[in-house]
């Protein structure tokens, strides 16, 4: 049996119920010029306690279908975001 992939990456949502998006970013070759790029995928992960918040640095785990899209489990938090969680619209009022 195979290993499960894991991934570190960044909070960008936290809105829904249970589940966050998750931004991680990986490294890749340009096909034709040879530069080295970055290539971002977002991927649905499941969080139980309600832990992550949007800006994060979580680790995530595959697992299997959960729902249609989420596919992937919160193993841990690696690091909290600097500034608490905060709404822009709050802010400007």
């Known amino acids: 049996m195979g290993k ?3 991934y570190i990456g960044e909070v960008v949502s ?3 119920q249970k589940t ?5 970013m990986s490294l890749a ?3 034709k ?3 080295i790029i970055r290539k971002y ?3 649905k992960a499941h969080d139980e306690k309600k832990i992550a918040r949007a800006g994060d640095e979580v680790r995530i785990a595959e697992t299997r279908p ?8 919160l193993v841990s938090v690696v ?3 600097l500034a608490p969680h905060l709404d822009l619209k709050e802010e400007i009022k």
């Open 41 to 43: 995928n977002k991927f």
């Open 14 to 16: 936290d809105k829904m």
């Open 66 to 73: 959960l729902s249609k899209d989420k596919r992937f489990r």
């Open 33 to 35: 010029y040879g530069r």
């Open 79 to 81: 690091k909290k975001a």
């Open 20 to 24: 966050i998006v998750v931004r991680v």
């Open 4 to 6: 499960r992939r894991e």
């Open 29 to 31: 070759k340009h096909p």
